[in-house]
Structure formats: structure tokens, C-alpha cells
């Protein structure tokens, strides 16, 4: 139960809205609820449907619309990297794909240790720092900007000493 | 020259509360909270001839003069979705000047009579909210914010939002559904947010430039601001240059700046020294402006004179594109970003830019042959005009002008 | 009426009220604008962009704000971009093109989007034959395919969304027609989209599945066949489907359906009832219909029919001839005038209890209705009648509904007043617990069980409730049985008309007392003047009974054990039954689908139905049984004509006066226009052709005068230590014979339960799901355990006819 888990946080994020806008605190809520696992469990939405007075369904309507809610367990580290256009002008399908044979993986894959899923993904307003990624993960979301793979791989190692 | 925007480019930590008041910081919101009737700063804002930033370039003052005052409570709105590619100057300024721009959403919310603004950030942005978040609470603490402002009847929240990855989202109605806890569809319009917005109420939506740019207008007057610019469009504004520039980044300049000067003067010039071929000044959503004559680049950068060009300037994300790149490769990227994102609501949008995705795929990929082109072209054309919001036009622009200007990359793309 | 706006449409003329949207407008000059996504009932969302057309608005000086003249007209501007006819409202001097080289481009290039992943399985398409899409795609449509079929997006075939309703996400169009209305108009928001752009897809992840009894109408609605009912997929042809007007027997609402007949090889050459859809009636139940009604009509059909008369012989019941069963009965039922008992329910049809009244009457013998509800004398005094709909209801209307459930009871009542105080009626809540309609409500007043009157008086003294109802203009009660039983509704309806008689909320237009009756004709019963016993064991013991339409052996033991002792059990039903196994004589009556009738809503509203299907074997209508028998008693009653005894009961009853089959059949041109035209596609509700029905009048409406006594506090047993008092409340689906014969419903039916307050639960040792033993006056039952958290701790709550004969409170014992 996310009101017993993170009683603060929901009532702190349901503060910020009037009373007829409660259903505003959905978002916030799902970034809560996925915060520990890295992705939003049956319960949870039922827990917020609850909390919101809305159904399960329109929960799931919410979660399945945005591409930062997951309804799947993956790597416990998203690696975002941004493959479009303005990025791609400036090599980022080369480090993409450079990236991949380091990690042995391909886009979408999780590493074999689960801390991993790599992804590429649309414009995250970087573009005069490409190649660059971001991390999703338990603390939230991490800019890297000007990147190369050897940096990268500096950072996945940090990311391993520190899970394991 | 110095920034009105970018200030913290030569001032060292004005995101700090003691510096950016020490530089005159919240001295302009004061000043309005205790001594300007709500109407006399909508006109000052009208009168500096500001126009919005986040792409269709309407009027700020005269936006704010139509929240509907027989319906309330009023909600101001601060779009930092910031997610068009090659735009990333929103975040510039929430990283580096912080507080210029959150004074700007309180005078905005003061002139409007609101008394809560919600700052909508993408949910990439979730550092910058949380930085955000201490600076609201800064301001709360030194009492800029909160209830009965400075002894007066006039109160005032700031709560930051994040979405969680959708462009669609920067599109104003949309935004609306996100904030509600919705999936981000548009809704129909009109009516448009001034008299049916947040919670169906009045609400203004600005970019998170626009606003930035209004301390700096109350503090200096509005002539001043006319000082800068064209007459069409005063003051500055923020490029954001990206592509194959030697030196990309974001450049505050008047508007009317030509691209010569962006490109070469600011950016460092094209990348191992090739050729621009082409233009896109407002992002992915831009028709390419084919530069094969030189003096293309001499245009000023305002939003007449890039209509001529038969583009717009819209965010002003300037993405320079060389001549080592071909256009078959380029609009399968923006073709593909934008049925990506495609909320899916309407018919032409949802199928269209899916129908696109999989011709720009097969021509990239050489399996096309050239009825596959002038279908391409069709299809992109045959979805211009009926869309439910922009969204929808804006994939069919890289489109339409490539294959009307760039025709010979398509047709050695395909099987002969 | 609203501002009249004037417009051209297509060179048309066409002056229509304000607010109108410009498809609406144009419908009603005889223009018809393709639509997908938009709906009649529906908010418009402009999302098919189907509907594009040319606007042009009169231009207006700036600087004056007047119009711009030219050549003695206002100039007229067109918008650059084609605009959605469905989301623009009509404004005078408008003019709108719907007909152009640039529309018929737009309609072209939506109908082609629409189809490139659309599949082209039209042949095997439950909807083929009442499509839009393949209407339009003919209209409108390119002629050749220009999009690969190998890139087309596939989906898995179809899936269920619950047992109820299937997807076939390949067909679905996204018009949100589904989504919007279980949002909207039914209030169970348990349809969505996942994902979006291409992928987008319609989920529910309810539990269980697409969790709404109103769900059956998104398949109406659907403008393709992407949603289809488990009950009729694949079950036949539209064009090959006979249609039969008809009322829904379920509850008292009266909604008005068509039964859609064939006959077919599958059901051994028989014509039978292939799906129950709705007949648009405004005043009753627009276009809807609620699940039950639209699945539980299997009942009718073979098994378990009674299909010829018997009477007992050496303990067994044999075949016999009409003559012989009738006159038996006859003599039994002469035997003692006082020993004679008609016993009937509010299945049977105004004609039907006509005549079993009036046979009671001259045979000196007693009438009940087998119902624990009272009250219905009054609901006929000062009821609602002509003019009353909910519909017209909004602002200063209060509706208060008493002591019922109505999500539960009568579904498309709850969409009503849910619409009307959504319009601005005030809607006031007293009911002991909390249920669906809160939501919705004004007021929500809480009382204990037993404390009803007590409730209702309070309402009319102090308090912004009272402020709210008593200077309203217009005040309508609904009250039902939720925790009452016949003494106790009995009180509770006399609180209520007494407020209404005494503040002048009787005899006019939407004001006036409403039964939420078990049954569909409770309401006709009582105008023909059957009571309720409170001890009907009593009532029946030694007797020569009349049982009609009514199952007591199997819903209660202690009737049963009755009616082992009564001197003589005659029993007239469709089906077999517990009942009849004891009869004595037993006589087959034709279902409500083989013939023709009239019920009375709990509005009051009489309607008929039509014979569907064939009559099976030798049954006869309930009317024309008791015409037989009446006759070997000497009482002549019409047998033949269910017409004729209805102009006999118009003759006889004062709220019938004035009606005749005639009257009843006529229908007007409703709005909006639904079902007529598939271009303007409001679903597959049948047009009303056969009747709109007609309201009896009420004692206040003729001018008599009326007055209420005081209620009298109604007594509840008070529990003894570890005892709980257990209240009868209803439930939608329910394990009574006419909804029990549909299996597809059995999942939603369930088990007998037994709601406990979790503390209560705690107390007695038991845990959600736990089969329990429920004892009470020597009786008992197993029932499952449910907690609720919003009932006070000494109170379970037993649903009725499911296999728990608890009908009125009573003190119980649950056991592990
Ligand atoms: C598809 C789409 C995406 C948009 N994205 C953004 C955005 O990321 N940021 C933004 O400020 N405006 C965006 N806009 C424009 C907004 O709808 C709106 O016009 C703007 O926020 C108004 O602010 P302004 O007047 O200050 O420019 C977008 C519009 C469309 C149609
Ligand atoms: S154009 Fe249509 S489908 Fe595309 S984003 Fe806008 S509303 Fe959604
Ligand atoms: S957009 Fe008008 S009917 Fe769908």
C-alpha cells in the first residue's frame, strides 16, 4: 500500500492539488509506486485507483499511455539513450550500437545481471551534447551528456559495485 | 552583449536567491504585487510587443487579457514540456536562471489574478524539478510566496508537475488532460484555455521563455524591450542550434538575426567544413528550407521573413543539416519520432503517420520503388488540413518539403 | 425553448435551436454529415474527423463589432482548413458546406485511413450488414487498397473483455464511443485506451472483466464490429432477423426492446429469440438497456417449459385436457368462497391480473400480490402520471430516493436521475448504507435500519436538505425495500406520500411517489387492487389456492410447509418449478414472447408488448386461463382478446380510464433521431414504431381529494447476544428463475452471500470467503462471507433470491 509505504510523499503530493483536481496527483503517484521495483505492479494501480477514486482501468489507461511508466520488470537501470534526429546528426546511432556490443546486448535487451535495459529513445532536449543518455532508476532519472563508451562503461561499472 | 535570459552566463550563481535579488531579482513582482492594478501589468506586457516561445508566436499580453473574469478561480500554467527535437533551451534557462523565470510565472499569475501556477516539466526533467522545488520553497521561506504577499490581499502557490515522456504533451490542451491526471490528449477546441482550462477554468499557458522574458520587460519598460529585434517581433529570443555545427548550443539573439550569423558567428561554422543543404528551424516540425543559394543564409530570423522561405521559425530549434546527409534517411527519423508520438485521438494523425512510417522505412531501406514516393507524398498531403491538433501537421512538414525540394535523394533511394 | 438560430446548410435554409452542433442541424434539414466518433448522447470530442466540413461565419468589424456588408449581405469568411461539423455549434448567418470537391477529398482520405489496418473480414463480421464503416467505405470510400497489406497492424483475433463482451481490437476504429459512454452515460469508467498512436487499444482490466451491467450497449453503439455480446456473436445475420417490439419483464422500469427472431436449423427448425436491443423511447429508456435485460430473456425458451395441463392422480402429476384441469380447479376454487386465494406476481400482464382480480372478486375469495413490498395503494394515488419523465428533469426538481439501491434494482432509472442531477436536480440519498448513486448525490442522509420514517419525517422539517426539497419545484420520491419488509415499506411509503400530498408535490408533471418494484408489473397489480400479506403462510394454510406466475415453494420454506396443508394448490407459470411439483393441478401459460399485453411501469407508464415467437405447445395466455376456469365457476370474462380485456379494465380501473391498445401504440418522432439512418449512426436501437405507452392518471391529476394518514414507526427485531440482524437487500443478478436460466450470467450471479463489517467478522470468527451457516426462526442457509466496511456492526446483509429466504429483518446466528 503506497498511503502505508510513503504516507509523507501521498499526502504531500495530494496537497498540491484543489479537491476536484485529485485525480492530478495520478502522475506523481505512478512515479511513487515505481519507484522500488522500476515498474508499476497490478496492486499498485488498484492502490491508486483507491486513493483517486478512479478505476483500475483508467489507471492503466494513464500508464500505458507515457513512455516513463513501465508495467514490466526489467533492468534495474534504464539506459535512455536519445537516437533522434538532432542526436543521430551528431552520432548518436553509432554509440548507440557501439554501446550495445560493449554490454552485450541489443536495443531493448537487459544485460544478463538484470541491472541494465538499454533503450533508445526520442529527443530529451540534450541535443548539443550528444551522444548523451539518461538513466531511470530507483533515484530517478540522470542526465549524461557527452558521452562516449568509454565513459559509459565507467558508469556501468559504478552502477554494478553499487547494486551488488 | 549581455543576456536578458541567459543572464547566468556572466552572472555567476544568479540561480541563487541572495544573488538574483542583489541583480534586482523579484523587485519587478514586488513592485506589481504592491503598487500595479493586475490590468496595468497586462498592458505593459502588451505593449513590449512580447509574443509567446513555444512555437505559435501569439501575443503574451493579449493572451493574458482573456481569461474569462466571470469565471474563477484563474490557473496559470508554465509549459516547460520542452519536447521538440532540437529544443533544449527551456532547460537552459530552469538550470541556469531559475528564479527569472519563476518571477515571471508570478507576475503572470498576478496580472491574471491567479493565485496557483503549476510549472508542467517533462518527466526527463525530474532534476530540475526537484531543483525547482527548493527554490519554490526558498521563495515561500522569504516570503515571495504564500498567503497575503508583501501585506496585501493577493496570494500565490507555485507546484511543479512532471509528465512522464509525451510530446504531445507540449501541445497546450493536452498538457491540460496530463495535469489532470489524464491520458494527454487534446480536447477539442476552442474553447481555448483563457476561458476553459485547468479543472475547467480560465487558465494561461506560456513557455517557460516567454515568461522569463517578463521581469526583465516590468523592470525596464516595455519601450526598452522594443529596443531589441523587429517591430514584428521584439526582443530576443533563444536559439537553440544543433546539427552539424562545429560549436551547437543555445544563442540568445534579437529576432531577425540572419542564419549566416547563427550558423557561422555563434556556431562555429558547419562541421569538417561542408555545406549547409539544408535548414529546419523549428525542430523535427519544420519544412526544411533548402539553402542552394548562399544568400538563403542572410535571412533574419523572425517569423515573417522564414515564412517567406516557405518554413517558420516556430520554437526556433535551428537544426543544421549538411551535405553528407540525405533526406530519405532524415524524414524516416522525423517520421518516425512523430508516429511515435501521435496521441492517437484522431483519425489522420494516428493512421497517417503509421502509414508514413512504414514508406519512409521501406525507401531508406531501398525496397521502395518510386510509386512509393509520389505515395509518400500523397499520404503526407492528404492528412494536411484535417488533423485535431498540430501534431499531425507537423509530421507531414519534413515530409511534404523534402520530397517537393529533395526529390533526387528519394529517387536514388529507390529500385530503379 | 432556446434562442432560434438561422444557418445555411448546402444552400438550406434551416433555423434550429441554440447550441445545437452543426451535424444535428443538418440532420434535421435533411442533410446528412458522415460521422464515426460522434454521438447524439455523447460529448463531442472531433476525433474520427469523419464530419469535415466548409464553415463560413458573417465577418464582423473589429473595431464596431458590426457585420461587414457586402452586396447588401454580411460577407460571409471561410476558414482556410475544413472544420469538424461535430464539435461546431450552429451561429446565425453561418453557412456551411457539406458537399464539395474539397469535403469529398476530406471524407475519402478519413475513410482510407480508417482502413488501412482495418481487416477485411466483413464476411464473418457480426456487424456486417448494420455497419457504418461499410456504408461509408461504399458512400465515400476510395476503391482500391494503396496501403500493403503485410504492414497492415495485426492483432490476435478477438479476446474477451470480460465473459460478457468480446474485442476485436483489429476492427476497432477509436471513435472512444465505448469508453466515453461507460464514462459518461453509465458512470463506470471501466473501458479505456492502453497505449496510444497506432497501437492504441481498448482495455479493462476490471475484475471481472469490463465490470458494468450497462455494458451490453457498447456493442449498440459501435460503429463497427469491434465489440460483439458473447450471447449473440456469430449467431446470425442482421437482415436475416425478424423483429418483434417488445418491454422488458426484468424490472419495473419498462424499457422498451425489440425481440430479433429467427428460425433456425441450430434450434431444430424452431423461430427463436436471437438478442433482446433496445427501442428508443426518450421518456423511458432513451436507447439503453441494462445487462439483465439484454441477456436474461432465455427463460422463455424450451427447457423446462410447462407445455400441457396435468392434474394429480394417485400422487402424480398427468397429462390432461384443458377442460378437465379448468373445471377442476373451478370446482375446488367454489368450494368456500373465504377458502379462495389468488395468489399472483407482477410478471403477468395488466390483462392477466385483470381478470384474476375480478374472478377473485365475484368468487368472494382473496387477491394478493406475492411481494414483500407495500405501499403500491399509494403509489397509485399519488404517483407520478402524464408528462412525467426524467428526462426533463434538472435544476428545481429534487429527486429523493428512499431506501433502495438503484444501480441495483432499476439500472436505467439510476441513469436518469444520475443524468438529471447532473442537469441540476437536486438528488437526495437516504438510504443506510452507501451505494452507486452517492456519487451523484446532493445530499446523502444515513440512518439506521428501522429508523426510516423517522429519516423521511426529518426531511421535511429543518435542514438544508429540507431548505433544498421543499422549495423545489418540483419533488419526486423513489423509495424501495432496501431493509424492509411488508409493515416496514408499508411505513416508509406512507411517510413519503404524506410528504409529497401535504406539500403539494402531487397531480402535476414530474412530481410524486415511485415504487422500485421486485417485478415489472408490481405497479399494474396494485392499480387493480391486489394487497400484500405480512403472514402469507398464514393467509395460504387450508385454503384452495391460485398460484400464478409465482414460485413460493421454492423461494421460501416456510410457504412451502403452507401450502403442504392448503386444501387445494392450482398452479399457472411458463416453467416448471418447485411450486408445481406440489400442485395439484397444473396449468401451462404462454411466455410474455408468444403474445401480446400490456405492463404498467413503476412510472405508471402502460406499455405493450407483441408476440415474438410461436406459442409453445398447449399453454395459453394467463388471461384466458383464468377466462376458462372463471367460467365453470359462472363468472364470464374475456378469453380471447387481449385488447378486449384491457378496454374492459380501462372501463373498470380510474387511473386506466382514457386507454385503449390504440392509444398505447402510438408513437411521435423522438429526439435526437437514433436508429433511422446509418450516415448518422446513433447505434442499432430500433426506431419506435409500435409505441411510446401512455401514463395512467393518479387520484391527485383527476381532481380527487387525497389524504395520508401518519406512518406508523416500523418495528425491527432487536438481536439478542451474538446475533446479528440481518436485512434483505437486492441485488441486479439474483438466482430467481428468470435470470437464471441465462447461463451466460452465472458468473455475475454468484453465490449466496452474506456482508459482514469486518469487525463483525473478527468478532465471529469468519474471514472473507468462508462459507458460512446463516440460521434464523428455524430456517437457514449457507452463504458466502463478504466484508463491507460501510454497514454498522450489528447488521448483515443477505441478498434476496439468492437461496437465502430472508425477506424482511429478522435476528440471525452466523456460524462457521
Ligand atoms: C505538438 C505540439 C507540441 C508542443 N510542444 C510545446 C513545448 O514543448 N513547449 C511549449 O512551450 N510549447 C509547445 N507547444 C505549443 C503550445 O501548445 C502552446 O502554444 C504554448 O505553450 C503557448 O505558450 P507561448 O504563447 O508562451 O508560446 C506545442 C504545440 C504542439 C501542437
Ligand atoms: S493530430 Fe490527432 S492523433 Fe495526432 S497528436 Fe494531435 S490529436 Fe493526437
Ligand atoms: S470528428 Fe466529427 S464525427 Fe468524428
Known amino acids: 500500500m503506497l498511503s502505508k509505504k510513503y504516507p509523507k510523499e501521498v499526502k504531500q503530493i495530494l496537497s498540491k492539488y484543489p479537491p476536484e483536481g485529485k485525480r492530478s496527483a495520478m502522475m506523481p503517484l505512478l512515479f511513487l509506486a515505481q519507484r522500488e521495483e522500476g515498474?508499476?505492479?497490478?496492486?499498485?494501480m488498484q492502490d491508486i485507483a483507491g486513493l483517486l477514486n478512479v478505476t483500475e482501468t483508467e489507471v492503466a489507461g494513464v500508464v500505458g499511455f507515457y513512455t516513463l511508466y513501465h508495467e514490466e520488470k526489467e533492468g534495474k537501470y534504464r539506459i535512455q539513450v536519445c537516437a533522434d534526429l538532432p542526436c543521430a546528426l551528431r552520432g548518436a546511432e553509432g554509440f548507440v550500437k557501439n554501446l550495445c556490443d560493449n554490454l552485450g546486448v541489443k536495443v531493448g535487451e537487459t544485460t544478463e545481471d538484470g541491472l541494465l535495459t538499454i533503450e533508445a529513445v526520442m529527443c530529451l532536449a540534450a541535443c548539443d551534447k550528444a551522444p548523451m543518455f539518461q538513466t531511470q532508476g530507483p533515484e530517478g532519472i540522470k542526465y549524461h551528456e557527452n558521452m562516449t563508451v568509454e565513459k559509459t562503461m565507467e558508469l556501468v561499472e559504478e552502477l554494478r559495485k553499487s547494486a551488488a | 552583449m549581455t543576456h536578458i535570459l541567459l543572464r547566468h552566463r556572466e552572472i555567476p550563481e544568479i540561480n541563487q536567491l541572495s544573488v538574483y535579488q542583489k541583480n534586482g531579482g523579484l523587485a519587478a513582482f514586488k513592485?506589481?504585487?504592491?503598487?500595479?492594478?493586475?490590468?496595468?501589468?497586462?498592458?505593459?506586457?502588451?505593449?513590449?510587443?512580447?509574443?509567446?516561445?513555444?512555437?505559435?508566436?501569439?501575443?503574451?499580453?493579449?493572451?493574458?487579457?482573456?481569461?474569462?473574469?466571470?469565471?474563477?478561480?484563474?490557473y496559470v500554467v508554465a509549459n516547460a514540456d520542452e519536447s521538440e527535437p532540437g529544443t533544449f533551451k527551456d532547460r537552459e534557462i530552469m538550470e541556469g536562471n531559475?528564479?527569472?523565470?519563476?518571477?515571471?510565472?508570478?507576475?503572470?499569475?498576478?496580472?491574471?489574478?491567479?493565485?496557483?501556477?503549476?510549472?508542467?516539466?517533462?518527466?526527463?526533467?525530474?532534476?530540475?524539478?526537484?531543483?525547482l522545488d527548493a527554490k519554490i520553497a526558498e521563495l515561500e521561506e522569504a516570503g515571495y510566496l504564500g498567503d497575503k504577499l508583501f501585506g496585501t490581499e493577493y496570494s500565490?502557490?507555485?507546484?511543479?508537475?512532471?509528465?512522464?515522456?509525451?510530446?504531445?504533451?507540449?501541445?497546450?490542451?493536452?498538457?491540460?488532460?496530463?495535469?489532470?491526471?489524464?491520458?494527454?490528449?487534446?480536447?477539442?477546441?476552442?474553447?481555448?484555455?483563457?476561458?476553459?482550462?485547468?479543472?475547467?477554468?480560465?487558465?494561461?499557458?506560456?513557455?517557460?521563455?516567454?515568461?522569463?522574458?517578463?521581469?526583465?520587460?516590468?523592470?525596464?519598460?516595455?519601450?526598452?524591450?522594443?529596443?531589441?529585434?523587429?517591430?514584428?517581433?521584439?526582443?530576443?529570443?533563444?536559439?537553440?542550434?544543433s546539427g552539424r555545427v562545429r560549436k551547437p548550443g543555445n544563442y540568445e539573439l534579437p529576432l531577425g538575426t540572419t542564419f549566416r550569423d547563427l550558423i557561422y558567428t555563434h556556431g562555429g561554422g558547419v562541421q569538417d567544413s561542408r555545406k549547409v543543404r539544408a535548414i529546419m528551424p523549428a525542430g523535427a516540425s519544420s519544412s526544411l528550407i533548402l539553402v542552394d543559394d548562399d544568400k538563403i543564409l542572410d535571412t533574419p530570423m523572425d517569423y515573417l521573413e522564414v515564412r517567406k522561405l516557405k518554413s517558420e521559425l516556430g520554437s526556433a530549434s535551428v537544426i543544421i543539416v549538411d551535405d553528407s546527409v540525405s533526406m530519405d534517411w532524415l524524414i524516416n527519423k522525423t517520421v518516425h519520432f512523430f508516429k511515435h508520438e501521435s496521441c492517437g485521438k484522431c483519425t489522420p494523425c494516428r493512421e497517417g503517420t503509421y502509414w508514413m512510417a512504414r514508406l519512409t522505412e521501406r525507401i531508406h531501406d531501398g525496397r521502395a520503388v518510386k510509386a512509393d514516393v509520389d505515395l509518400l507524398l500523397n499520404v503526407a498531403k492528404q492528412m494536411q488540413g484535417k488533423c485535431l491538433c498540430a501534431l499531425g501537421e507537423f509530421s507531414t512538414m519534413a515530409v511534404v518539403s523534402s520530397l517537393e525540394r529533395f526529390r533526387e535523394d528519394f529517387d536514388n533511394a529507390v529500385k530503379a | 425553448m432556446s434562442k432560434p438560430i438561422s444557418l445555411t446548410i448546402d444552400g438550406k435554409q434551416v433555423t434550429v435551436p441554440e447550441g445545437m452542433n452543426i451535424v444535428d442541424a443538418a440532420k434535421l434539414a435533411g442533410v446528412y454529415i458522415p460521422v464515426f466518433c460522434h454521438h447524439p448522447k455523447l460529448d463531442p470530442v472531433g476525433m474520427c474527423r469523419m464530419c469535415l466540413v466548409e464553415i463560413g461565419r458573417p465577418m464582423r468589424d473589429r473595431a464596431t463589432g458590426q457585420f461587414v456588408m457586402e452586396n447588401g449581405a454580411p460577407k460571409i469568411q471561410f476558414m482556410p482548413k475544413l472544420e469538424t461539423a461535430c464539435t461546431n455549434k450552429v451561429e446565425d448567418g453561418m453557412v456551411v458546406v457539406t458537399q464539395s470537391e474539397k469535403t469529398a477529398e476530406a471524407q475519402k482520405a478519413t475513410v482510407e485511413f480508417l482502413l488501412t489496418s482495418h481487416p477485411l473480414d466483413c464476411p464473418i463480421c457480426d456487424k456486417g450488414g448494420e455497419c457504418p464503416l461499410q456504408n461509408l467505405t461504399m458512400t465515400?470510400?476510395?476503391?482500391?487498397?494503396?496501403?500493403?497489406?503485410?504492414?497492415?497492424?495485426?492483432?490476435?483475433?478477438?479476446?474477451?473483455?470480460?465473459?460478457?463482451?468480446?474485442?476485436?481490437r483489429e476492427r476497432c476504429i477509436f471513435c472512444a464511443r465505448c469508453v466515453r459512454f461507460q464514462d459518461e452515460i453509465a458512470g463506470d469508467a471501466v473501458l479505456e485506451f492502453d497505449d496510444r498512436a497506432r497501437p492504441m487499444n481498448i482495455i479493462s482490466v476490471s475484475d471481472p472483466g469490463f465490470d458494468s451491467i450497462f455494458s451490453g450497449n457498447t456493442t449498440d453503439i459501435c460503429p463497427v464490429g469491434a465489440l460483439t455480446t458473447s450471447d449473440f456473436r456469430f449467431g446470425a445475420r442482421p437482415w436475416e432477423l425478424d423483429a418483434a417490439p417488445s418491454i422488458c419483464a426484468q424490472c419495473p422500469v419498462g424499457c422498451n426492446t425489440v425481440l430479433n427472431t429467427r428460425r433456425e436449423a441450430k434450434s431444430d427448425g424452431e423461430i427463436v429469440v436471437k438478442r433482446v436491443m433496445p427501442r428508443q423511447n426518450e421518456e423511458v429508456n432513451e436507447i439503453w438497456l441494462c445487462d439483465k435485460g439484454r441477456f436474461a430473456y432465455h427463460y422463455a425458451e424450451g427447457k423446462g417449459r410447462l407445455t400441457k395441463p396435468m392434474i394429480r392422480k394417485e400422487k402424480k402429476l398427468a397429462r390432461s385436457s384443458w377442460d378437465a384441469a379448468t373445471k377442476l380447479a373451478a370446482e375446488k376454487f367454489s368450494k368456500d368462497k373465504k377458502d379462495f386465494v389468488v395468489l399472483a406476481s407482477g410478471r403477468l400482464s395488466n390483462e392477466d391480473l385483470f381478470n384474476l382480480k375480478t374472478l377473485a372478486d365475484h368468487a368472494g375469495g382473496k387477491a394478493y400480490l406475492y411481494s414483500r413490498m407495500a405501499g403500491g395503494e399509494l403509489t397509485s394515488l399519488v404517483g407520478v402520471s402524464a408528462g412525467t419523465d426524467f428526462g426533463t428533469m434538472g435544476a428545481g426538481t429534487a429527486i429523493v430516493v428512499v431506501a433502495s439501491d438503484l444501480y441495483q434494482e432499476a439500472p436505467i432509472w439510476y441513469l436518469r436521475v444520475k443524468q438529471a442531477a447532473e442537469r441540476g436536480a437536486t438528488l437526495i440519498v437516504v438510504n443506510p448504507r452507501e451505494t452507486k448513486l452517492d456519487r451523484y448525490a446532493s445530499f446523502?442522509?444515513?440512518?439506521?435500519?428501522?429508523?426510516?420514517?423517522?429519516?423521511?419525517?426529518?426531511?421535511?422539517?429543518?435542514?438544508?436538505?429540507?431548505?433544498?426539497?421543499?422549495?423545489?419545484?418540483?419533488?419526486?420520491?423513489?423509495?424501495?425495500?432496501?431493509?424492509?419488509?411488508?409493515?416496514?415499506?408499508?411505513?416508509?411509503?406512507?411517510?413519503?406520500?404524506?410528504?409529497?400530498?401535504?406539500?403539494g408535490f402531487t397531480g402535476k408533471p414530474n412530481n410524486g411517489l415511485i415504487g422500485v418494484w421486485e417485478r415489472a408489473n408490481d405497479q399494474g397489480a396494485w392499480e387493480m387492487g391486489f394487497t400484500v400479506e405480512e403472514d402469507l403462510a398464514k393467509a395460504l394454510k387450508g385454503k384452495a389456492v391460485y398460484i400464478v406466475g409465482a414460485d413460493p415453494v421454492h423461494d421460501d420454506p416456510k410457504l412451502a410447509k403452507a401450502l403442504e396443508s392448503a386444501a387445494f394448490v392450482a398452479v399457472?407459470?411458463?416453467?416448471?418449478?418447485?411450486?408445481?411439483?406440489?400442485?395439484?393441478v397444473v396449468l401451462p401459460a404462454q411466455a410474455f414472447t408468444e403474445r401480446e399485453g400490456t405492463l404498467t411501469s413503476g412510472e405508471r407508464r402502460a406499455q405493450r408488448f407483441y408476440p415474438a415467437v410461436p406459442v409453445t405447445g398447449e399453454s395459453k395466455p394467463d388471461f384466458a386461463i383464468t377466462a376458462q376456469i372463471a367460467r365453470s365457476m359462472g363468472v364470464i370474462l374475456e378469453g380471447t382478446s387481449a385488447s378486449v380485456v384491457f378496454d374492459l379494465l380501462a372501463d373498470t380501473v380510474k387511473s386506466f380510464e382514457g386507454l385503449d391498445y390504440a392509444k398505447l401504440a402510438e408513437a411521435r418522432e423522438q429526439l435526437p433521431v437514433v436508429g433511422r439512418s446509418d450516415l448518422y449512426y446513433g447505434g442499432t436501437?430500433?426506431?419506435?414504431?409500435?409505441?411510446?405507452?401512455?401514463?395512467?392518471?393518479?387520484?391527485?391529476?383527476?381532481?380527487?381529494?387525497?389524504?395520508?394518514?401518519?406512518?406508523?414507526?416500523?418495528?425491527?427485531?432487536?438481536?439478542?447476544?451474538?446475533?446479528?440482524?440481518?436485512?434483505?437487500?437486492?441485488?441486479?443478478?439474483?438466482?430467481?428463475?428468470?435470470?437464471?436460466?441465462a447461463e451466460l450470467l452465472h458468473q455475475r450471479i454468484g453465490e449466496a452471500s452474506v456482508s459482514l463489517h469486518p469487525a463483525a467478522a473478527e468478532k465471529l470468527g469468519v474471514r472473507a470467503g468462508q462459507t458460512v451457516n446463516v440460521s434464523f426462526n428455524g430456517a437457514s442457509g449457507q452463504a458466502v462471507v463478504k466484508l463491507d466496511e460501510s454497514i454498522a456492526e450489528d447488521i448483515a446483509l443477505v441478498p434476496r433470491s439468492m437461496g437465502i429466504a430472508i425477506r424482511e429483518p429478522v435476528a440471525v446466528k452466523v456460524k462457521a
Not at chain 2, 513555444?54 to 487579457?65: E, H, I, L
Not at chain 3, 419525517?457 to 421543499?470: F, V
Open chain 1, 39 to 44: 515498474y508499476i505492479s497490478k496492486a499498485a
Open chain 2, 31 to 74: 513592485n506589481a504585487v504592491t503598487t500595479m492594478k493586475t490590468t496595468e501589468v497586462i498592458d505593459v506586457v502588451k505593449n513590449s510587443g512580447l509574443r509567446g516561445r513555444g512555437g505559435a508566436g501569439f501575443p503574451t499580453g493579449m493572451k493574458w487579457s482573456f481569461a474569462d473574469n466571470k469565471n474563477w478561480p484563474h
Open chain 2, 98 to 131: 531559475p528564479l527569472q523565470f519563476l518571477e515571471g510565472v508570478m507576475i503572470g499569475s498576478y496580472a491574471v489574478g491567479a493565485n496557483a501556477a503549476y510549472i508542467y516539466l517533462r518527466g526527463e526533467f525530474w532534476e530540475i524539478a526537484e531543483s
Open chain 2, 156 to 241: 500565490l502557490r507555485l507546484y511543479t508537475h512532471l509528465g512522464a515522456g509525451a510530446y504531445i504533451c507540449g501541445e497546450e490542451s493536452a498538457l491540460l488532460e496530463s495535469l489532470e491526471g489524464k491520458r494527454g490528449q487534446p480536447r477539442v477546441r476552442p474553447p481555448f484555455p483563457p476561458s476553459v482550462g485547468l479543472y475547467d477554468k480560465p487558465t494561461i499557458i506560456n513557455n517557460v521563455e516567454t515568461f522569463t522574458n517578463v521581469p526583465m520587460i516590468m523592470t525596464n519598460g516595455a519601450d526598452w524591450y522594443k529596443t531589441m529585434g523587429t517591430t514584428d517581433a521584439p526582443g530576443v529570443k533563444i536559439f537553440s542550434l
Open chain 3, 140 to 168: 465515400h470510400g476510395p476503391r482500391e487498397s494503396r496501403f500493403r497489406l503485410e504492414e497492415k497492424m495485426r492483432f490476435a483475433k478477438p479476446a474477451p473483455l470480460g465473459e460478457l463482451i468480446w474485442l476485436d
Open chain 3, 444 to 503: 446523502k442522509v444515513r440512518y439506521g435500519y428501522g429508523d426510516e420514517v423517522k429519516a423521511i419525517h426529518d426531511l421535511a422539517k429543518t435542514g438544508k436538505e429540507s431548505d433544498a426539497l421543499l422549495k423545489s419545484g418540483n419533488v419526486v420520491i423513489l423509495y424501495g425495500s432496501e431493509g424492509l419488509g411488508v409493515a416496514g415499506s408499508q411505513s416508509v411509503a406512507t411517510a413519503c406520500a404524506k410528504l409529497l400530498n401535504d406539500n
Open chain 3, 572 to 584: 399457472q407459470d411458463v416453467m416448471e418449478t418447485a411450486t408445481t411439483e406440489i400442485a395439484d
Open chain 3, 685 to 741: 436501437t430500433y426506431e419506435n414504431k409500435h409505441g411510446l405507452g401512455a401514463h395512467l392518471s393518479g387520484a391527485a391529476t383527476r381532481g380527487e381529494k387525497v389524504s395520508i394518514p401518519k406512518a406508523e414507526k416500523e418495528v425491527v427485531p432487536h438481536p439478542k447476544d451474538k446475533e446479528l440482524l440481518a436485512v434483505p437487500i437486492n441485488k441486479l443478478y439474483h438466482r430467481g428463475t428468470t435470470v437464471m436460466t
